[in-house]
């Protein structure tokens, strides 16, 4: 059984879908952590310029996502990026990244090339996954599809408080801006753009806290799957 929750930045997708699969004893996908990890590793290791993250060279995508040292790992209950032996999730959860992601993932290769290891754990697991286009290109025919969105202003201020717990301070008006440059960017762009399933289920947060939305997508997931 696969569960699929699509929605902007700082919906709260991923802190659900965690809480949903921990409570439905799924294997919790995280897909924006596949795409922070490449991303981090094309600056890192490949020295990228932003102007450069808009069209990676297909060689450089190759040598880390289909090296067999580039791992998601869900098993202890954390998502986890691997490279080389190495735990780079610490690193992948900085505005930096996260902008740099939301440049380098619409790029057509790069969805591509992370695509295969979606769907590899989705023929492996039960699943809980969450990102832009889950619903619509990685598993459109997953039993459950959630598309989790909120008002800009509301997210932008999730965004703010994430980014300030990770030590890095932004005004309401500074994030507000990069919530909507993402949203943007996201929305237009050609290749698995941000869009509802047309079988999705749409669920507006802005007022709900993390536990409220939790519950209602829990209590959602049993009435449809009786």
């Not at 991923?14 to 949903?20: C, I």
């Not at 900085?94 to 290769?109: C, M, Q």
Request: hydrophobic residues 35%; charged residues 25%.
């Amino acid at each position: 059984m696969i569960i699929t929750i699509d929605g902007p930045v700082a919906s709260g997708k991923s802190s659900v879908a965690k809480r949903l699969a921990d409570k439905l004893g799924f294997y919790y996908l995280y897909t924006g952590l596949l795409y922070r990890g490449l991303a981090y590793l094309l600056v890192t290791k490949f020295g990228y310029s932003d102007e450069e993250l808009k069209k990676p060279r297909s060689a450089d995508i190759d040598a880390i996502v289909n090296n067999p040292s580039f791992q998601y790992h869900y098993d202890t209950g954390i998502p986890t990026i691997m490279f080389n032996g190495e735990n780079i999730t610490p690193y992948l959860k900085t505005a930096e990244v996260d902008h740099w992601s939301s440049i380098s993932s619409a790029d057509p290769y790069v969805r591509q090339s992370v695509l295969h290891h979606q769907i590899e754990l989705g023929k492996k697991y039960n699943l809980v996954v969450d990102g832009r286009d889950t619903g619509t290109i990685v598993f459109p025919h997953a039993t459950i599809k959630i598309f989790l969105t909120a008002a800009p202003e509301v997210r932008a201020k999730r965004w703010q408080q994430d980014q300030m717990k990770a030590g890095k301070k932004f005004t309401f008006a500074d994030a507000l801006t990069a919530i909507n440059e993402r949203d943007q960017r996201d929305i237009t762009r050609p290749h698995s753009p941000l869009i509802p399933a047309t079988d999705a289920i749409i669920i507006d947060n802005s007022d709900m806290s993390i536990e409220e939305t939790d519950e209602k997508l829990y209590q959602l997931c049993l009435s449809q799957h009786k």
